[in-house]
């Protein structure tokens, strides 16, 4: 994968067919209705339960409206994508007014495959990479991914090195 800067956006090139896939599951990620990712995206934030009650109520309807906006942006802008000559893998536009959308929607995302994969802070470290199980490792994997793009639309543009995970091949 590649990306760059242009004057209305970000470009993202050479996209393989596992990286479209993975991007093609943002939206789904934020909108599962899987206990673990509802609560990881809409944790507790009150010690009293009456204010945890009132917030429920009146503020998660709203985030819940913002999520599926995004899911709903993210979905179109993935509709765009476009085979590259040469290589036959996939490009795609980010306009700059969907950058915000995108990261909080890659953020979310990452949070839910975190939770689905059931991993923990000891399995994302790199040297722990052969200790997780294959379904932890392709969540990983895709979390990478989605950390490299958000970090490119953040304005850090040179991708390094996946490390540990540059040889992994998502199946």
């Not at 050479?14 to 990620?29: E, F, I, N, R, W």
């Not at 934020?30 to 010690?47: G, K, M, Y």
């Not at 994997?141 to 989605?146: G, S, T, V």
């Amino acid at each position: 994968m590649w990306a760059a800067r242009f004057d209305e956006g970000f470009v993202f090139g050479d996209l393989t067919p596992a990286s479209v896939d993975t991007l093609k599951g943002v939206p789904m990620l934020i909108e599962s209705s899987d206990a673990r990712v509802r609560s990881r995206l809409l944790p507790e934030t009150c010690d009293d339960p009456d204010d945890e009650e009132q917030w429920r109520r009146h503020s998660v309807p709203e985030l819940e409206r913002l999520f599926l906006s995004r899911a709903q942006l993210v979905r179109r802008d993935l509709a765009g994508l476009r085979p590259m000559a040469k290589s036959g893998n996939q490009l795609l536009l980010i306009p700059d007014g969907h950058v915000a959308a995108w990261l909080a929607a890659l953020n979310a995302a990452r949070l839910a495959l975190y939770v689905l994969a059931e991993l923990s802070a000891e399995v994302m470290e790199p040297e722990n990479f052969d200790q997780a199980s294959q379904k932890q490792q392709e969540a990983l994997l895709r979390i990478h991914l989605l950390a490299e793009i958000q970090s490119v639309l953040l304005g850090d543009l040179d991708l390094e090195s996946a490390g540990p995970f540059g040889d992994f091949v998502i199946e």
